[in-house]
């Protein structure tokens, strides 16, 4: 049973263009969630976070959305660079409530972005 | 500042065989977490370790533990491997084991082959 989906296996944009990678969750406990990236060869490298309590983070070209309601989260770049052609993980962790467990990211599958010159 | 180092990067076992991976995490950090990522999947949480305790552990079988040293560096242990232990084994390091705002960094991990 996956507790975090990322649906779309693969996404493909032009450089300078908004890149969007969405993430679905259905654990109500979670409520702190990462987005990492990852390339070939290396472990995943954190890129931003957001706490259940906001709507929205930014971190330069990267914004993450949160709508609580909907259990749904995304990842924007804008804009997009070639260099961030890399698989995108999204991950939750719940919450200090959770009984002990809130130290377990839960990880989607990945989504492969890819950036075209 | 060096990050997260795994060790071997690569191993090739055959079913049965016992293997150990090992992880020292970035300095000054004292938690330890291990991941299993098979193709296609995203990382699975297996262990997590705190000042030398276990604080959590994921749905694995008993073929598999760990322990951490008294300086947070860390051992995955995996008994009778079998064909679906060929994965990614990731480690990740963290200042503490909870959750927000408490980010994971993680190691390139070990590519492990079971044949």
């Known amino acids: 049973d996956q507790q975090v989906k990322q649906n779309s296996p693969s996404l493909s944009v032009q450089e300078g263009r908004i890149s969007i990678l969405n993430c679905d969750y259905t654990n109500s406990m979670f409520d702190y969630f990462l987005w990492y990236k990852k390339y070939p060869a290396e472990g995943p490298t954190f890129l931003i976070s957001?706490?259940?309590?906001?709507d929205k983070n930014e971190d330069g070209r990267f914004t993450v959305f949160l709508n609580k309601s909907a259990k749904h989260l995304s990842l924007h770049i804008v804009p997009s660079q070639p260099g961030d052609s890399a698989v995108y993980f999204c991950?939750?962790?719940?919450?200090?409530?959770?009984?002990?467990?809130?130290?377990?990211?839960?990880f989607g599958k990945g989504t492969l972005l890819t950036v075209n010159p | 500042d060096a990050g997260v180092t795994q060790s071997p990067t690569h191993l090739i076992k055959t079913r049965g065989q016992q293997v150990t991976l090992r992880c020292s995490p970035i300095?000054?950090?004292?938690?330890v977490s291990w991941y299993q990522q098979v193709l296609g999947q995203g990382p699975q949480f297996i262990f997590q370790?705190?000042?030398?305790?276990?604080?959590g552990r994921g749905n694995f079988p008993d073929r598999f533990s760990a322990r951490q040293f008294p300086n947070y560096s860390s051992e995955l242990n995996v008994n009778a491997l079998l064909l679906g232990d060929s994965a990614l084994y990731l480690c990740?390091?963290?200042?503490?084991?909870?959750?927000?705002?408490?980010?994971?960094?993680f190691g390139p991990g070990t590519r492990l082959t079971v044949l």
């Open positions: 957001i706490s259940s309590i906001k």
């Open positions: 991950a939750a962790l719940p919450g200090r409530d959770s009984g002990g467990s809130n130290y377990k990211l839960t």
């Open positions: 300095s000054g950090h004292k938690s």
């Open positions: 370790y705190y000042e030398k305790e276990e604080r």
């Open positions: 990740a390091s963290s200042l503490y084991p909870t959750s927000g705002g408490n980010e994971q960094f």
